[in-house]
């Protein structure tokens, strides 16, 4: 598996008239590699992947792949909830020189296991990147059961890791305990980073670490041989783990960048961007966490 501990969940930066700011992109991007992160994400949930069309999709990949080089790892988010369209598009962005796929499991439709089994078996086989399953029950009402995920694995071996923002430490402790050697579990949410690492996860695909990028990078490095000391930067970096939930993901991270100077633009509808409240408390929490705004 070619990718590090620290990937963040990159957001998608606008222009004010909401068009997407692919400059912003890549000094976004080249931002995140320089401060811990392993690699980033591009077209995930933070990124708003829904809104984005076709052609906007691929470009943002293939702006943010030329930022990074190989600097860090672009994994690019292709899942939607029609499999012969995952596919498509899955083996469109492969050949863009993307380093992995990261496959949300779909959306609206509530697949039974089986058919989870098949569309995600199915997609991993039509590109030959490294796959990481991505299981968001809360967002997409669909939740992959231990045996399900491992009988994808052996069908598709190129399935190395799964992004887990299910909030499950029990499936969580028994994918790692049954898992091929060298499937990789990263926390889908921050604050489950540290609990995650104790039961056997690797990592963390991050939303904070557009702030604290080398902070999550020291917690995972140190987790195995000083637990104390990485248990203390979870508690420092608390506050900010929840304001940047205080509203729907990327609504108060996307506030959090514009007090950093950092490329962000609004947010585009449905999702409507932070109130005066939202934009208090991230502000708030960056002072909190140290860093200045």
């Given amino acids: 598996m070619p990718f590090g501990p620290l990937i963040t969940a990159m957001a998608t930066p606008l ?17 995140l590699v320089a401060t811990g992160s392993d690699g980033v994400v591009v077209c995930g949930t933070t990124g708003e992947a829904p809104t984005l069309s076709h052609d906007e999709t691929l470009d943002l990949i293939r702006a943010v792949k030329e930022a990074v080089g190989d600097e860090g790892a672009v994994i690019a988010g292709t ?30 439709n509530k697949p039974s296991q089986r058919g989870l089994q098949q569309h995600l078996a199915t997609v991993a086989q039509s590109t030959p990147l490294p796959v990481i399953i991505y299981d968001i029950p809360g967002r997409t009402a ?64 991050s939303v904070a670490a557009h702030a604290v990028g080398e902070d999550l990078a020291q917690l995972i490095a140190r987790f195995p041989t000083d637990p104390a000391h990485a248990r203390a930067l979870h508690h420092r970096l608390l506050p900010l783990f929840g ?40 502000r708030e929490a960056l002072s909190q966490v140290g860093v200045p705004a």
């Fill in 15 to 31: 222009h004010p008239d909401r068009s997407l700011d692919l400059e912003g992109a890549q000094r976004l991007a080249r931002h």
């Fill in 142 to 205: 669909c939740k992959v059961d231990r045996d399900t995920l491992l009988r994808v694995v052996d069908a598709a071996p190129n399935v190395q890791g799964l992004k887990d923002a299910a909030k499950d430490l029990d499936r969580a402790a028994a994918i790692a305990a049954s898992a091929p050697e060298g499937f990789r579990i990263w926390a889908g949410n921050d604050i489950d980073l540290l609990p995650l690492l104790a039961v056997g996860g690797f990592g963390v695909i």
């Fill in 243 to 282: 304001a940047l939930f205080a509203d729907t993901n990327p609504v108060p991270l996307k506030a959090a960048l514009h007090e950093l100077g950092l490329p962000a633009g609004p947010v585009r509808p449905p999702l409507a961007d932070a109130s005066e409240d939202v934009v208090a408390r991230v």
């Fill in 79 to 108: 899942g939607k909830n029609d499999t012969a369209a995952t596919c498509e598009l899955t083996r469109e962005v492969s050949d863009l020189g993307v380093d992995g796929i990261l496959l949300v499991t779909p959306y609206y």
